[in-house]
């Protein structure tokens, strides 16, 4: 399963992209909001970062305005990947990038047949929100299940996205159910590294080592 970090915080993604197991970027406006920075330069200074793909966010909800916005957001680096909502519109311009041979993520996913129809218009990555979904009593996972069945039934190429990770559980379901990406928050990603008998098990080799002779 690939990682990628969900942030547009660009310290965030240098240090995550130090372990070396970084594959690539989810951004939005929400995230991008937070950085207070101009949209564009975030994404410039993310593109430089990580060579994998990056997903930047149309703002329009119609087809014309998406697809504008679509060539400017590509001109910006190679890897930038057209992130779309999930509504007529967005599904409408999923097809003409995927048709130009542009890379597609569609967001706001919550729903196996939302996902069947993005898959149908050629989208790169669905992103199904399992942390929002969660949050108004769902099973957000339950959805990732659906997706691997009904992809996996017609050979869809689409990727499934695990987006809205909250926890280390979401990223475990994920990779058990055979999702093809999770975007992590930076602080998911830490805590996927860390277990307290590992912590304990160094501090008792290292004690150990301290009584091995040097001559
Ligand atoms: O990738 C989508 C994600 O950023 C949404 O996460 O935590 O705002 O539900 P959240």
Known sequence: MKIFIDTADVDEIREAAKLGVLDGVTTNPSLVAKTGRKMREV??????????????????????????????????????????????????????????????????????????????????????????????????????????????????DTQILVASVRTPTHVLEAVRLGADVATLPYAVIGRLLQHPLTDIGIERFLADAKKIPTS
């Not at 697809?67 to 590509?74: S, V, Y």
């Open 43 to 156: 994404l410039e200074d993310i593109c430089e970062l990580v060579p994998g793909p990056v997903s930047a966010e149309v703002l329009s909800l119609e087809l014309d305005g998406m697809l504008r916005e679509a060539r400017e957001l590509a001109a910006i680096a190679p890897n930038i990947v057209i992130k779309l909502p999930l509504t007529a519109d967005g599904i409408r311009a999923t097809k003409h990038l995927t048709d130009d041979g542009v890379r597609t993520n569609v967001t706001l996913c919550f729903s196996p047949l939302q996902a069947l129809i993005a898959a149908k218009a050629g989208a790169t990555y669905i992103s199904p929100f399992v942390g929002r979904l969660d949050d108004v009593g769902h099973d957000g996972m339950d959805l990732i299940a659906q997706l691997v069945e009904i992809y996996g039934n017609y050979d869809f």
